[in-house]
């Protein structure tokens, strides 16, 4: 036990310092935080219940005769203009997905012939959301300014309060949040995690069109594990992929037995493995069947086969510009005040050269001032007691309305 431990531990590690274009991981970690708490432990467990007794009746892990479609919600944070997201960045993202759930991804040829008849087209699809929890039109795609400029396995780009952005209703969308993750590629929830973090979370790094970061994460998102069940040789619960000691580096080219699993040895070309994404380019039949299992009625994820995230939207709005980050705002102080005000625009450099115009009560101006300095004070100790009304405004149309007290 000890021993298996310490593999799993060394998973978590290596799934935190790995960088680059060898895929890295670190869901398998996050999870392990996760079920720190009982209620989501056993949550969790449940889920898994349900997927491998459903899983292991193939004729029930089917939803229908069509392909199951889930509504996709991208919140894309940036701290600097190159961390923008394009649409045809996220659209190319979007058909990578697609390609390796749907079997069509053009290196198909490369998975070993020993495994191709296990290789399976999940019969699952990702599409960004054409309409809201309120039926209004949508992109799919939220671009954030955040002043945040690297983000870590905490889950705060999942909340508006932190900073990040909140989910969109997790029963209905799946969110998918794009950062500058540092240190590594991505993390997902598993079926049956805390509901309100639940998605994908992709470095920016890891993003674009050709990426599989994003195909593996999706995987755990829907209930697969890695193909060496994060153990010595551990298990994935899938029948169909052999045992394989550990996680694989780089890109193998050769048989590689472990674990007993000669002749065919170990399945690295896999997508849940860790092999560099030009080397992965299969799912199997039996993390179809588990996958599929989520959306069966009581399944972790079968809100998504309902959802009207990708319904013709009732409301149609024109896109509103983006929004002005709420938690970056002039700093005041003190208020009340004697002598000296003093206001912090160092969140926003643009104010620089701008006038604040300072009214009374009846709206008479009493003193103007153009902004000079990231701090600027306002000699304000020759004004009658009494509250008094700041304001600016800068070329972007954004504004400052403040109230003060002179003592
Ligand atoms: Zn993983």
Not at 120 to 126: G, K, S
Not at 222 to 248: I, R
Not at 338 to 348: G, I
């Amino acid at each position: 036990m000890k021993v298996l431990r310490f593999l799993f531990f060394t998973t978590g590690v290596f799934c935190l310092t790995a960088a680059g274009a060898q895929l890295s991981c670190s869901t398998a970690a996050y999870t392990k935080l996760q079920e720190s708490d009982p209620a989501i432990a056993r949550s969790i467990r449940t889920a898994e219940q349900f997927i491998q007794q459903a899983a292991d009746f193939p004729n029930m892990a089917r939803i229908e005769n069509g392909v199951v479609r889930i509504p996709v919600v991208i919140h894309n944070l940036y701290h600097t203009p190159d961390q923008k997201i394009t649409d045809a960045q996220v659209a190319a993202q979007l058909e990578t997905l697609n390609q390796a759930f749907r079997r069509k991804n053009p290196d198909t040829v490369n998975t070993p012939v020993s495994f191709r008849a296990v290789a399976a087209d999940c019969e699952i699809e990702f599409s960004l959301a054409t309409s809201d929890a309120r039926k209004r039109n949508t992109t799919g795609i939220i671009r954030k300014y955040s002043p945040i400029s690297s983000w870590v396995m905490d889950d705060k780009m999942k909340k508006s309060a932190e900073m990040g952005d909140d989910a969109w209703d997790t029963r209905n969308y799946l969110n998918i949040w794009v950062c500058n993750l540092d240190k590594f590629a991505g993390y997902s929830t598993v079926p049956g995690s805390d509901f309100s973090m639940d998605g994908i979370v992709i470095g920016l790094a890891a993003f674009g069109g050709g990426q599989k970061t994003i195909v593996h994460e999706a995987g755990h998102w829907m209930g697969l594990k890695h193909l060496w069940g994060d153990a010595y040789c551990g298990d994935d619960a899938v029948d169909d992929t052999p045992k394989q000691a550990s996680y694989t580096v780089g890109c193998p080219t050769t048989v590689r037995v472990t674990c007993g699993n000669n002749p065919t040895g170990d399945m690295y070309n896999n997508y849940m493995d860790f092999t560099n994404d030009v080397c992965m380019n299969l799912f199997t039949k039996g993390q179809k069947s588990r996958m599929l299992a989520a959306f069966n009625p009581g399944g972790a994820r079968t809100s998504l086969i309902s959802s009207t995230g990708l319904d013709r939207p009732l409301i149609f709005e024109s896109a509103l510009p983006e929004e002005d980050p709420r938690w970056l705002q002039v700093k005041m102080y003190p208020n009340p005040v004697n002598a000296e005000l003093n206001l912090d625009f160092s969140y926003d450099v643009r104010w620089l050269g701008k006038t604040i115009f300072v009214t009374n009560l009846v709206g008479q101006s009493v003193m103007n001032v153009t902004i000079s300095s990231k701090i600027q004070s306002l000699d304000v100790k020759n004004l009658k007691p009494g509250v008094y009304f700041l304001a600016a405004k800068n070329d972007q149309g954004l504004s400052i309305k403040m109230k003060f007290i002179k003592l």
